[in-house]
């Protein structure tokens, strides 16, 4: 059973080339869409056929279109089509014994928005946006029991049902593995629990930034590392020869989980300082102390709310450098990323100008990231590139 959805005839050329998400503006007759997972019939208000796509809600649209083929359909082969492309072409991964952690569908950057997996040596874990795209979990499954060698597949969900996200286990199928389990990013060990909810210890589309670090940026330097999570920069850092790491997260399991990657590598936990606080508390504690570090990292969350304060991206970013700014030494090295899909590349570099401007400072960009190509994204839907990463030298 499939649902017509009709698309406004001033976007049906945006929809013909192939934009994959649908916004519920883009319709004319959006009050179809009643229960998620429905297959939709996409066309133009003439009735000119566009694709084929299903419903799931999520913060951006009502669904995304999963083909323009004609006659194509969306079942089985559909999702062993799609999802065996994107396994063949993370196939230099697979290869790499150095880096057994990685992406191997990312969403509509693979042809199936709402969607993404990633691989822990052995382990597969889906992450389904919406009520609607986990209507096609058995699909999905069937495909990586049929098309790899998993050791075993794990699931969160990251929607609400009945207005409740579940944090539950997350075990789908073959074997449970045993947490931590250690997998390798370009040599460094890296510690994943993959069982205890949406974050299992490590962010990978940030790989190629604690690689730029360890490789060319850490020796020698003191590092700040601020939302610091579980410590990954740090570790990076301290490989790549740092004389000291600072780290500061809010989470009381910040402590135990740096104190494990520091551990898991023979690094020595106790020559760091690792804090658990408000990066806003640190940043007053620190300019009174007059500290400064040679290297300050910002990898803040797109939004947070703690007992005495909200941050969100698009409206404190500038805030923060500013902060950030202060304690770093003249000639140092601030490290700024954001993956607020709302804060464009071209408006984060304007909250870095502002800072800069507002302190009196000259700066250089000496280095940009984006995400890793294991996090793919399509030239239909260049708003999947999430990721700006900026390493600004103060002059
Ligand atoms: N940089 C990390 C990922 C950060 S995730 C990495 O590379 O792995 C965001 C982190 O920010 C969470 O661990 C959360 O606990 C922390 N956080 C949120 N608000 C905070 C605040 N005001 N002060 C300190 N930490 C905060």
Redesign the pocket.
């Known amino acids: 059973m499939e649902t017509t959805v009709k698309v406004k005839m001033k976007l049906a050329d945006k929809y013909q080339s192939g934009f994959p998400l649908i916004m519920k503006d883009a319709l004319v007759n959006a009050e179809v869409l009643t229960k998620e997972g429905q297959h939709l019939n996409v066309v133009d208000e003439q009735g000119t056929y566009i694709g084929k796509g299903y419903y799931g809600l999520q913060n951006k649209g009502v669904g995304w279109v999963l083909t323009n083929k004609q006659g194509e359909n969306i079942d089985q082969s559909l999702f062993d089509r799609k999802i065996v492309k994107a396994l063949g072409l993370r196939r230099k991964y697979f290869d790499d014994p150095n880096t057994t952690a990685f992406r191997v569908f990312n969403g509509e950057g693979d042809g199936i928005g709402g969607v993404t997996i990633d691989y822990f040596a052995g382990f597969y874990v889906i992450h389904w946006y919406s009520e609607g795209i986990y209507q096609f979990k058995d699909e999905v499954v069937q495909t990586l029991k049929t098309q790899t060698d998993y050791r075993g597949i794990y699931e969160k969900k990251r929607f609400a049902t009945n207005g409740k996200y579940l944090d539950d286990d997350d075990f789908i199928t073959g074997e449970r593995g045993e947490f931590p389990l250690i997998v390798k990013e370009n040599g460094v060990n890296v510690a994943v629990y993959l069982n205890e909810g949406a974050?299992v210890?490590?962010?990978m589309d940030?790989r190629e930034v604690?690689q730029a670090i360890r490789d060319r940026y850490a020796e020698g330097r003191t590092v700040l590392?601020?939302?610091?999570?579980?410590?990954?920069?740090s570790v990076f850092a301290a490989m790549g020869g740092a004389t000291k790491t600072t780290n500061?997260?809010?989470?009381n399991?910040?402590l135990p989980k740096t104190i494990e990657q520091f551990s898991i590598n023979g690094l020595d936990y106790e020559a760091q300082d690792i804090i658990v606080?408000?990066?806003?508390?640190?940043f007053k504690f620190a300019g009174r102390k007059q500290h400064k570090y040679e290297m300050v990292?910002l990898?803040?969350?797109s939004f947070?709310?703690?007992k005495k304060?909200t941050?969100s991206a698009a409206k404190d970013y500038t805030n923060l450098l500013k902060e950030a700014i202060a304690i770093t030494e003249s000639n140092g090295l601030i490290i700024a990323?954001t993956n607020h899909a709302g804060v464009s590349r071209k408006k984060f570099r304007t909250f870095i100008d502002k800072a800069f401007k507002e302190t009196g400072l000259g700066y250089n960009i000496v280095e940009e990231f984006s995400l890793p190509d294991d996090y793919r994204v399509t030239s239909t839907y260049p708003d999947g590139d999430y990721l700006k990463v900026l390493f600004i030298k103060l002059v």
């Open positions: 974050m210890g490590v962010f940030q604690r590392n601020t939302f610091s999570y579980t410590g990954a920069f500061v997260d809010l989470a399991r910040s606080d408000d990066v806003f508390k640190f990292i990898d803040p969350p947070a709310r703690s304060m941050f990323s």
